[in-house]
């Protein structure tokens, strides 16, 4: 199982190994967005979930902490998201950081589950309690960069909170050190081009000026013989 480490404001280190990593989809806070985004998705031949929010289980292996991401084609991008890791039983265990969930866009046509399972999710090396900022999560921010052009903004109260997520993972039985959970993204803005070289992400707190932020380029694989 891949270990995973984060460094917290007061320099402390935090590590677990990931033996559960989820992906949340339609996640968004406004179920009238949602309902929209599932009928943009459905023009493109994306499948429409049976349930909304959903929740993909993805391979463990994916949680990754990486400069660079390998693809087999230039249709793949990725997403702003932010991610909860679970690291022990207190409350104060529970990290929250920034992530990019690189997904495959043409094998998502024929399944989302599929396409979470073709990329890595990667997190940044950094993570804040979830505690410390719990007051104010509504206002922390979210954006992303497709190579040099921002393609997403907004904050963290157009998505569902981290308590609804770990109420699911408790229900569930998931909620343990080693569990990963990744929040689902924002909108992209209109006519970015998504299939970019490079992705950033960063998660932004206005009330300290703090940002977590998680850089990575795409390389492409090359052709294969046969």
Not at 92 to 120: F, I, M, Q, Y
Not at 187 to 195: A, I, R, S, T, W
Request: net charge negative; proline share 8%; hydrophobic share 40%.
């Amino acid at each position: 199982m891949p270990e995973l480490r984060f460094t917290l404001p007061d320099g402390q280190e935090r590590r677990t190994e990931v033996h559960t990593l989820l992906n949340a989809g339609y996640a968004g806070r406004s179920q009238e967005d949602v309902a929209a985004h599932v009928a943009e998705l459905a023009e493109l031949g994306v499948p429409a979930p049976s349930v909304i929010p959903a929740l993909y289980p993805v391979a463990p292996y994916l949680a990754s902490q990486t400069e660079e991401v390998p693809v087999q084609h230039e249709k793949t991008s990725g997403e702003a998201e932010w991610a909860i890791v679970i690291t022990g039983p207190a409350p104060e265990d529970v990290l929250l950081t920034a992530a990019c969930d690189h997904t495959d866009r043409a094998l998502e046509a024929h399944g989302v589950a599929w396409s979470k399972n073709a990329g890595p999710d990667v997190l940044a090396a950094k993570a804040w309690r979830l505690v410390d900022v719990q007051d104010r999560l509504d206002d922390l921010t979210l954006s992303a960069w497709a190579g040099e052009t921002l393609i997403q903004q907004g904050k963290l109260a157009e998505l569902l909170p981290p308590s609804y997520w770990l109420d699911v993972l408790r229900e569930r039985d998931l909620y343990a050190p080693g569990t990963v959970l990744i929040s689902g993204t924002i909108p992209m803005v209109h006519g970015v081009d998504q299939f970019a070289d490079s992705w950033r992400v960063e998660l932004g707190d206005p009330a300290t000026g703090e940002t977590i932020e998680l850089a990575y380029a795409v390389r492409r694989l090359p052709e294969p013989i046969g």
